[in-house]
């Protein structure tokens, strides 16, 4: 607003200078007064295709143009304006091309030859730097601008425009000026999104059904694609057969996790079987002598012969008992916690090796050591299960006038504890599974040659816990037995 006059901004406006100089006066061009709705839409047409592509905006520029020249004509206002009534670009050769002819009345037309000239029109789509235009609805963009102006007329009317729909108008400045009065800024904010929506509906409504067209087709195949194998592989557990590979590589990990799992389980069953199998063979020999020797007992016979039989019953109990502790150890290794603490490894080698000083003695082997000062953390109880079972299996296999020595010492970063006695060489295919509870290399079981068989079990079982390792080795007169043990 200039004083009492209202100006209005220009759906399609445009300026131009006749000479090809800053300094020359340079004329606003006007439209809106003899465009109706589709002389605006008629020419925003005319300047998107007319229009560098990377101009938002038509542009005849002497620089660029080769001589061409637009002729404006149309009546000039106050402030440098120029209402146009009709453009026209004369090419060199002499022709003439009509841009735009308004519906403007002038009294006394005054024609204008412009060098530089620039249109612009709010109706025109951004241009992007990718070289594509954004979509826009030019007829919907004319909307919106008239729909603007009704609202921003009863504003300034004082009416109140209603609240409801895509426009907020604002005031965006107010200033005083002394040669012109007062000046009032406003802006209109418009937002297209409903008249995008109205224009593309079907195109939408036709997509979103398509989509869910789609959904359902592929939830219906991945979903049987998905089920089917979850079914088959259900079934082959429930019947504990091995999961078979499926097309879905994330089943087919499961069906490996099924199987190791099976095989694991498969093998636990066969282990306590054979172990349950291999105990009642160790305790149906004792209990058929102790059976046979007591109802012998029993019969009218000779002092001396009464006490040979008792003698052996009292034998084969002891042989029994001792069984039963074994036993009884074997199962605790795996269910007792293990409580860890500092022990002092070569104190507790010469505490073990003070107890077999007798028995040693009396058969006649000698026993060295060579033991290092090494302090490990773990159970007393499982190390000294470890030290007393090999110093055992060591003497009862070695011969009378034979040796056995026992080291400790550092290999690695681990304590290795080592056990030699003289004796006869542990063949090569049984030297691995002399670790297995009541493996004899005597497939005979003569218990006249070796122990319960759970004596190598329990020191693997103990070593394992603490997690070491190990292992038996043949040297030219006889076994050694070792262990790794880790310090911590």
Same mark, same amino acid.
């Given at each position: 607003? &200039?004083?009492?006059?209202?100006?209005?901004?220009?759906? @399609?406006?445009?300026?131009?200078?006749?000479?090809? !100089?800053?300094?020359?006066? =340079?004329?606003?061009?006007?439209?809106?007064?003899?465009?109706?709705?589709?002389?605006?839409?008629?020419?925003?047409?005319?300047?998107?295709?007319?229009?560098?592509?990377?101009?938002?905006?038509? &542009?005849?520029?002497?620089?660029?143009?080769?001589?061409?020249?637009?002729?404006?004509?149309?009546?000039? *206002?106050?402030?440098?304006?120029?209402?146009?009534?009709?453009?026209?670009?004369?090419?060199?050769?002499? @022709?003439?091309?009509?841009?735009?002819? /308004?519906?403007l009345s002038c009294d006394q037309p005054v024609i204008k030859?412009? &060098? #530089?000239?620039?249109?612009?029109? +709010?109706?025109?789509?951004?241009?992007?730097?990718?070289?594509?235009?954004?979509?826009?609805?030019?007829?919907?963009?004319?909307?919106?601008?008239?729909?603007?102006? @009704? #609202?921003?007329?009863?504003?300034?009317?004082?009416?109140?425009?209603?609240?409801?729909?895509?426009?907020?108008?604002?005031?965006?400045?107010? *200033?005083?000026?002394?040669?012109?009065?007062?000046?009032?800024?406003?802006?209109?904010?418009?937002?297209?999104?409903?008249?995008?929506?109205?224009?593309?509906?079907?195109?939408?409504?036709?997509?979103?059904?398509?989509?869910?067209?789609?959904?359902?087709?592929?939830?219906?195949?991945?979903?049987?694609? &998905?089920?089917?194998?979850?079914?088959?592989?259900?079934?082959? +557990?429930?019947?504990?057969?091995?999961?078979?590979?499926?097309?879905?590589?994330?089943?087919?990990?499961?069906?490996?996790?099924?199987n190791e799992a099976q095989d694991r389980l498969s093998g636990?069953?066969?282990?306590?079987?054979?172990? /349950? #199998?291999?105990?009642?063979?160790?305790?149906?020999?004792?209990?058929?002598?102790?059976?046979?020797?007591?109802?012998?007992?029993?019969?009218?016979?000779?002092?001396?012969?009464? =006490?040979?039989?008792?003698?052996? +019953?009292?034998?084969?109990?002891?042989?029994?008992?001792?069984? @039963?502790? !074994?036993?009884?150890? $074997?199962?605790?290794?795996?269910? *007792?916690?293990?409580?860890?603490?500092?022990?002092?490894?070569?104190?507790?080698?010469?505490? +073990?090796?003070?107890?077999?000083?007798?028995?040693?003695?009396?058969?006649?082997?000698?026993?060295?050591?060579?033991? =290092?000062?090494? /302090?490990?953390?773990?159970?007393?109880?499982?190390?000294?299960?470890?030290?007393?079972?090999?110093?055992?299996?060591?003497?009862?296999?070695?011969?009378?006038?034979?040796?056995?020595?026992?080291?400790?010492?550092?290999?690695?970063?681990?304590?290795?504890?080592?056990?030699?006695?003289?004796?006869?060489?542990?063949?090569?295919?049984?030297?691995q599974k002399i670790w297995e509870p009541f493996y004899r290399? !005597?497939?005979? *079981?003569?218990?006249?040659?070796?122990?319960?068989?759970?004596?190598? $079990?329990?020191?693997?079982?103990?070593?394992?816990?603490?997690?070491?390792?190990?292992?038996?080795?043949?040297?030219?007169?006889?076994?050694?037995?070792?262990?790794?043990?880790?310090?911590?």
């Amino acid at each position: 607003r &200039v004083g009492d006059e209202l100006i209005r901004s220009q759906i @399609t406006w445009g300026w131009g200078r006749q000479a090809n !100089d800053e300094s020359d006066r =340079q004329w606003y061009l006007t439209f809106d007064e003899g465009l109706d709705d589709q002389g605006q839409l008629e020419l925003a047409d005319w300047i998107i295709a007319n229009r560098e592509s990377s101009s938002d905006s038509y &542009v005849l520029d002497p620089y660029e143009s080769d001589g061409t020249i637009a002729r404006v004509t149309g009546e000039e *206002r106050e402030y440098g304006s120029f209402a146009v009534q009709k453009i026209e670009l004369i090419y060199p050769d002499g @022709t003439a091309e009509t841009i735009v002819e /308004t519906n403007l009345s002038c009294d006394q037309p005054v024609i204008k030859d412009f &060098v #530089r000239l620039e249109i612009c029109s +709010v109706l025109i789509p951004v241009f992007y730097s990718d070289g594509h235009d954004w979509y826009a609805n030019i007829s919907n963009r004319l909307e919106s601008y008239r729909e603007a102006w @009704t #609202r921003l007329d009863m504003a300034i009317a004082g009416e109140d425009p209603p609240s409801a729909g895509p426009f907020i108008l604002m005031p965006i400045g107010i *200033r005083r000026n002394s040669s012109v009065g007062l000046l009032y800024a406003w802006s209109v904010y418009c937002n297209p999104m409903p008249y995008i929506i109205k224009d593309r509906l079907p195109f939408y409504i036709s997509s979103a059904i398509f989509a869910l067209i789609v959904l359902l087709i592929l939830s219906a195949t991945l979903s049987k694609k &998905v089920t089917r194998p979850v079914e088959k592989l259900c079934r082959q +557990v429930s019947f504990g057969e091995r999961c078979s590979d499926v097309p879905i590589r994330e089943l087919n990990t499961l069906s490996t996790a099924f199987n190791e799992a099976q095989d694991r389980l498969s093998g636990q069953i066969n282990r306590e079987r054979e172990f /349950t #199998r291999a105990a009642a063979h160790e305790l149906k020999t004792p209990i058929t002598i102790l059976r046979s020797h007591a109802e012998a007992a029993m019969e009218d016979i000779s002092p001396e012969k009464r =006490q040979q039989y008792l003698s052996v +019953v009292l034998e084969e109990s002891d042989r029994m008992a001792r069984l @039963t502790n !074994d036993l009884l150890e $074997a199962s605790q290794l795996e269910s *007792r916690p293990m409580v860890r603490a500092p022990v002092d490894m070569d104190q507790l080698i010469k505490q +073990v090796l003070s107890y077999f000083a007798v028995p040693a003695r009396q058969k006649g082997v000698n026993i060295s050591s060579d033991i =290092q000062d090494i /302090t490990l953390i773990g159970s007393r109880t499982r190390l000294k299960d470890i030290v007393e079972n090999l110093l055992s299996n060591a003497l009862h296999y070695c011969p009378s006038g034979g040796s056995i020595s026992v080291s400790l010492a550092l290999e690695g970063g681990k304590a290795r504890l080592a056990v030699s006695n003289d004796g006869p060489n542990i063949p090569e295919q049984d030297i691995q599974k002399i670790w297995e509870p009541f493996y004899r290399v !005597d497939k005979s *079981r003569n218990r006249s040659s070796g122990g319960t068989g759970l004596g190598l $079990a329990i020191v693997r079982a103990a070593v394992e816990a603490h997690g070491g390792e190990c292992g038996a080795e043949n040297r030219p007169d006889g076994v050694t037995f070792w262990v790794l043990l880790p310090l911590s």
